[in-house]
């Protein structure tokens, strides 16, 4: 606005100073005035939201501290401010045009070659912002065309020397992850000490030959049938062992209620041999207990009167 008001007055005075009369003296002060909001206006730099400016001083070359966001005064025609956008952005490496929601067309897919040699191509998106405190630096070193320059050259590279680090099989199984970590290992120390930040890396799409891929999913198939016998004989196994366990528990259980009664008849034995009387009232209290008087034969030749080891009763009437 206050260029442009220069720009009227100053066309005004040049009008006027071309008029005859009394006029012409209102002409060159109308001019000056101008001319001094037209320079004024070129003192006052406005840096967005989420940009840095960086200043170029024609006498000392590019300042080493960036101009932060809103309205900064300069010296008009000394010093010059380059903006650099430090929002998060990104940009992807694919085959057509960029997905809807990103920010930068799609380029070509990386075509790298495997550790076996065969041919992979590679859809990924790297996420990336400049480091505010260090734009003079990249701006000394790259300038505003770093993204051509160095970003989409680094992820070429770095996307081809890790993807020869596997075989084609892991890329599209089990290494994927591992893949995505080692290119993101290597952008970040290289974009890094280029002042700048690596936010993510996404591999959006992992491509091998049809045919490479039909073997490779067959190999799975019959690897995946292997794995299943195995785990069914394991299986059997495992029940084999239970029912051997399950048999000695009871070979053993059963050993030991053997011991103990051999323990026990022994004990029986020997309490018998011992108390020899204790074996002719076991075989009496066998016996009918009407039947008050048996013999049996022994060594000792003796008759057992069951009416002595039994209490005298009383007789009716006494």
């Known amino acids: ?3 442009l008001l220069g720009m009227v007055l100053a066309v005004l005075g040049i009008f006027l100073l071309s008029q005859p009369g009394s006029r012409r003296a209102l002409g060159a002060p109308l001019l000056l005035v101008g001319l001094g909001l037209a320079v004024l206006s070129q003192s006052f730099v406005v840096v967005p939201a989420g940009h840095v400016g960086v200043v170029f001083n024609i006498f000392g070359g590019v300042q080493p501290v960036p101009l932060g966001e809103g309205i900064r005064v300069v010296l008009p025609g000394i010093q010059s401010v380059v903006l650099y956008d430090a929002r998060l952005k990104e940009v992807t490496l694919a085959k057509g045009p960029a997905p809807s929601g990103t920010s930068t067309p799609g380029e070509d897919a990386i075509t790298a070659r495997s550790k076996e040699g065969l041919e992979i191509g590679v859809d990924i998106t790297v996420q990336y912002r400049i480091k505010r405190d260090e734009a003079p630096q990249l701006h000394r070193n790259l300038g505003p065309a770093y993204l051509e320059t160095l970003i989409v050259p680094q992820i070429r590279s770095k996307v081809r020397d890790a993807v020869g680090l596997f075989n084609a099989a892991e890329l599209i199984s089990t290494q994927r992850t ?3 970590a080692a290119v993101t290992k290597e952008l970040r120390e290289d974009l890094g000490s280029q002042h700048i930040e690596l936010v993510s890396v ?6 091998i030959p049809p045919s490479v891929a039909k073997v490779i999913e067959e190999k799975q198939t019959a690897e995946q049938q292997v ?16 029912l051997v366990v399950q048999a000695k528990g009871e070979r053993d259980a059963a050993i030991l209620r053997a011991e103990g009664e ?4 022994r004990l029986r034995g020997e309490a018998l041999r011992q108390s020899p009387q204790v074996v002719q009232l076991t075989v009496a209290e066998k016996l009918a207990p009407n039947i008050q008087t048996i013999m049996i034969p022994s060594e000792g030749n003796f008759l057992l009167d069951l009416r002595g080891l039994q209490p005298v009763q009383a007789q009716p009437g006494r």
């Open 1 to 3: 606005m206050i260029l």
């Open 178 to 180: 591992q893949l995505e």
């Open 262 to 265: 051999a323990q026990a008849i």
């Open 227 to 242: 794995q299943v016998e195995i785990n069914r004989r394991q299986q059997a196994e495992i029940a084999a062992q239970r």
């Open 202 to 207: 996404l591999l959006r799409r992992i491509d």
